[in-house]
DNA sequence: TGGTTCAGTCTGATGACCAGACAATAATCG
DNA sequence: CGATTATTGTCTGGTCATCAGACTGAACCA
């Protein structure tokens, strides 16, 4: 977290984890990474965040063995540990959150859909048709509504379309 | 969530959630609320924090209708809205995934119960016992194993008993 | 009245983040 | 093969958040 001490005297699990998830932007580069983002260009392009930051989000990450840095035809590649995907709940319940609680202006009306049954989870990231309670992999995102303004980089653009969580976006 | 510019562009609801929560802080004074602790000394002295810093988060938060300012006896006493309350999904998912994930020292081995079941939460916050997903007025948290170096504030001191989420703290 | 607690405000120092320039390596094309 | 472009970073100077700790003012207590 950064900031001179992180929570060091905070012996408490939630402190330990918002030590690493708690930096700015880092929630957001897990955000993409499910979305199936997974090089540094897209991420930058789509966040909006400075190459210094990304560079050091993304090492903090790696060493957390949070996301795994693969090289893929020369160029990095970066994907999701098995640490990495099981944040998953964590950033569901916050946006869920958002959806109901956040500022006003900005709602994505963007929804997660059970992978099969097509119905859309709840607030505990159940799937209301069948009863489980799906991985990130058994879930797929639909946009919300599109408005003006909207983000023209790739990844945003691809997005624009149904999706199953963890698959390579763009292409 | 500060620093120049907010997540302005980010048309997502994790990012709206993050412009509110995701300051530095700002989780774990939650995370105080829900312990039940209402005082601005009791947090300053249980976070560690500036001040300044305290000051300024639970005005965010007051404006932003998370938690409420109530004057109680001449002294002001922090209170969580519903809206407030409705994090604890998020807050639970974390420090769950912090129990597993998070940086291996300073585990705290604290856990959280169903009041009347007595049966601990899984990890989507759901009672084994009985099935039910409680709100956190219905949820006792028991405190790990005792340490060297344990906090001695007050709140510190009261929540090494189980503690019912909600109900004042300490005294 | 004078001391104590409490809830903030204020100050100077430190360091994280920003935009944008620069560098190094890898793919692409004539 | 050599030149161009794409991609992944590093570096820099300025801005702003956070830090520790001193200070203020109001309420409560003896």
Redesign the interface.
């Known amino acids: ?1 950064a ?1 001179g001490i992180g ?1 060091a ?14 930096e ?1 932007w880092t ?2 580069i897990l ?1 993409d990474c499910f979305y199936g983002v997974r090089r540094f260009s897209d991420l930058l392009a789509h ?2 965040i400075s190459r210094a930051v990304l560079t050091e989000r993304l090492n903090t990450l790696v060493e ?3 996301v795994e840095r693969r090289a893929e035809g020369g160029h990095p590649v970066y994907l999701l540990t098995e ?1 990495g995907t ?2 998953w ?15 006003p202006e ?3 009306g ?1 929804t997660f859909r059970h992978w099969g049954c097509d119905a859309e989870l709840d ?4 799937c209301p048709e069948c009863g489980a ?1 799906p991985g990130p992999a058994d879930v797929v995102t639909h946009p919300g509504p599109a ?1 003006a303004g ?2 023209t980089d790739p990844v945003s653009v691809a997005l624009r379309s149904p999706h199953r969580l963890l698959t390579s976006v763009p292409a």
Chains 1, 2 share one sequence.
């Open positions: 977290m900031l929570y005297d905070q012996t408490c699990n939630l402190a330990r984890a918002l030590e690493v998830l708690g700015r929630m957001l955000r966040l909006d957390a063995g949070i640490a099981a944040t709940p964590s950033l569901y319940a916050l946006a869920r959150w958002g959806e109901r609680f956040g500022p900005r709602r994505s963007r607030d505990h990231g159940r309670t408005r909207d983000r």
